[in-house]
C-alpha cells in the first residue's frame, strides 16, 4: 500500500515540474513577442530589418553581402554574360614588317626584340640565308659569272652564339699579338659586330669572295659587285669612306640587301643605310 501511494506521489510531482517548464517557456517567448511589437511601434523598424543592417554595418569593405537566399532560375537568369576570355596575341616578329628589309643594325640598334627568320635557303658549304633575297643573290650571281666574275659566299647567316665565338677568337687573336684584354675588345670591335648587333643575324646579309684565290682574286668580284649590286637590290654596307657613320672598318665583301629602289637611290646619293634612313 505504502509503495503504490509513493509512486502516486513521484507521478504528481513529475507533472507538477513539468507544467512549471512550459509556463517558464511561455512566458518568456511571451516576453519576446511583446519585445519585438514594442519595438517596432517606437522604431518604426523590424527587428530582423535592425539586425540586418547592422551586420552591414560592421561588414569589412570589399566584401559583398550574402543574398538571403538563392533562387537558381531567378540567379542564372540576373547574372551578366562575360566576354569569353580573349587569348593573348603573341607577339609580332618584326621580320614580318613591311619594311623588314630596312631593318637597321649596328651598335645602337641591336636585333629587334622577337625577330625571327621566316625561312632559311640552303646554300653550299652550309651557308644559309633569308629566302625572301635568294632570288635576287641568284640572278645576281648568274650574270656576274655570265661577265667572268666568280663569286663565291664565304658567310651568311648566323646565330648568336656563332656571332659570339667569331667575336672571341678575335680578341684572342689580338691578345696574342701582346694586346691587353681591353685593347683586344676594342680593336676586336672595329672587326666583328658585337654578337646582338650583326647583320648576318638577319639573314639578309652575305660576305662575297672567291672559292679560289688562286683562280681569281677577290677585288675581281668585288669591283664587278661595287657596280652592279644595286641592280638587284643589294649594296655594300660598310664603305671605306663612312666609317665614323656605320662604326665598322671597311669590308668590300660585305653587301646586305635593302631592295632594288633603296638601293638604286642609296648608290645614286653615296648614302649608307644610316643616312638613308635619317633621310625619310
Do not use: C
Not at 243 to 249: L, P
Amino acid at each position: 500500500m505504502y509503495l503504490e501511494q509513493r509512486r502516486e506521489w513521484i507521478r504528481r510531482r513529475r507533472r507538477q515540474k513539468m507544467i512549471q517548464r512550459l509556463l517558464i517557456l511561455a512566458g518568456i517567448i511571451l516576453a519576446i513577442v511583446v519585445g519585438f511589437i514594442v519595438i517596432k511601434k517606437f522604431t518604426g523598424h523590424d527587428v530582423v530589418q535592425l539586425v540586418s543592417e547592422q551586420a552591414e554595418k560592421e561588414r569589412p569593405e570589399g566584401l559583398l553581402p550574402l543574398p538571403e537566399f538563392v533562387n537558381e532560375a531567378e540567379t542564372t537568369a540576373a547574372l551578366p554574360e562575360t566576354e569569353a576570355p580573349t587569348e593573348t596575341e603573341p607577339p609580332t616578329n618584326p621580320a614580318l614588317n613591311e619594311e623588314w628589309m630596312l631593318i637597321l643594325v649596328n651598335k645602337e640598334h641591336p636585333i629587334p626584340k622577337g625577330y625571327e627568320v621566316p625561312a632559311f635557303t640552303e646554300l653550299r658549304n652550309s651557308n644559309r640565308v633569308d629566302s625572301r633575297i635568294y632570288p635576287a643573290l641568284q640572278r645576281m650571281f648568274d650574270d656576274a659569272r655570265a661577265d667572268g666574275a666568280l663569286p663565291y659566299i664565304t658567310s651568311s647567316y648566323r646565330s648568336m652564339d656563332k656571332q659570339q665565338q667569331l667575336m672571341d677568337e678575335k680578341i684572342i687573336d689580338y691578345q696574342s699579338e701582346g694586346h691587353s684584354r681591353a685593347e683586344a675588345v676594342e680593336l676586336a670591335e672595329a672587326w666583328v659586330a658585337i654578337p646582338g648587333t650583326s647583320e648576318h643575324q638577319l639573314g639578309l646579309s652575305v660576305d662575297i669572295s672567291t672559292e679560289d684565290h688562286s683562280v681569281q682574286e677577290p677585288e675581281v668580284v668585288w669591283n664587278w659587285l661595287n657596280k652592279n649590286a644595286w641592280k638587284y637590290g643589294f649594296i655594300q654596307r660598310y664603305p671605306e669612306d663612312k666609317t665614323e657613320i656605320t662604326g665598322i672598318i671597311n669590308e668590300p665583301w660585305h653587301y646586305r640587301y635593302v631592295g632594288e629602289a633603296a638601293a638604286k637611290e642609296m648608290t645614286e646619293k653615296g648614302l649608307v643605310l644610316e643616312e638613308y634612313l635619317a633621310q625619310r
